[in-house]
């Protein structure tokens, strides 16, 4: 009798078993029947550069995981054939909304240009390049050295000052994207990316005057304030200016007035009964 309960206990547990694995397999099978599904995504059939315009052999439809699709990224190639780039893309890489610019937006160099921006370039040399170290996402200050005319100078000393600070470099010659080796390389036109009114100074600085870039930090967003500097400040800087000597007046000494007292003399003169007093001075 025992024996009997106990074998009807092993079978019971075995199908019990059974059906709990079968679950399992059946719930892991269709997990992994989602995670298979396929979807077509847009992505580059070669590697793109920046500012190239997206055409029909620039781009082919690759499969994607359903459940891993990238946010922003496009199923059909008429959504972005006709627009440019505004950063490079590898081969077989998904194209994504923020790496296309804007319909009719144009090609090159107008597709980094954000609305209300301006793209303005100044002659470079390898002095003003920062010894070829600027590069296109490279951030500046722009130094201005002019004469300026001055009344209270008999010559117009040179000065120079910051006229902006925190400004981008789109393009370094006709280069929108750095050199991947970091190697320098001089440039004859830098093109910075401006405000119209900042646009404005820099065009008027370079005429009347030698612009200089100081190269900075992108990650310091900090503008200090700073003020013009001439040569004459410069040479004294740091030192205590000479005092004019003091002119002495010698003052003539009051005439010395001798006030001498007058001294007078009694005499007196008695004979008999008769007296008499004379003075003498």
Do not use: C
């Amino acid at each position: 009798m025992n024996s009997k309960r106990i074998a009807l206990a092993v079978f019971l547990s075995l199908v019990i078993a059974i059906v709990v694995t079968y679950g399992f397999y059946v719930r892991l099978r269709s997990q992994q029947a989602k995670g298979s599904a396929m979807v077509k995504v847009v992505a580059a059939a070669k590697s793109l550069q920046a500012g190239s315009p997206i055409g029909n052999d620039s781009v082919v439809l690759i499969d994607w995981p359903a459940n891993m699709v990238p946010a922003g990224g496009f199923t059909k190639q008429e959504d972005v054939i006709g627009r440019s780039l505004i950063y490079p893309i590898s081969e077989h890489q998904p194209i994504l909304e923020r790496d296309v610019a804007t319909a009719g937006s144009g090609i090159g160099l107008t597709v980094k240009i954000p609305e209300g921006m301006r793209a303005v370039s100044v002659r470079s040399n390898d002095v003003v390049g920062v010894a070829g170290f600027l590069y296109p996402g490279s951030h500046v200050d722009v130094l201005v050295t002019s004469k300026m005319d001055s009344q209270k100078e008999a010559a117009a000393s040179p000065r120079t000052q910051t006229i902006l600070a925190n400004v981008e470099v789109l393009t370094a010659g006709q280069k929108i994207e750095p050199d991947p080796t970091g190697k320098p390389e001089t440039v004859n036109v830098v093109t910075l990316l401006l405000k119209p009114e900042d646009g404005e100074k820099l065009v008027l600085a370079s005429s009347q005057g030698s612009i200089q870039f100081v190269l900075r930090n992108g990650a310091d967003k900090l503008t200090p304030d700073t003020k013009s500097v001439n040569m004459v400040e410069l040479m004294n800087k740091g030192i205590a200016p000479i005092e004019a000597p003091k002119k002495v007046v010698a003052k003539a000494a009051a005439p010395h007035v001798v006030v001498k007292q007058a001294v007078s003399y009694e005499v007196e003169t008695i004979s008999g009964s008769k007296r008499s007093v004379d003075k003498f001075e």
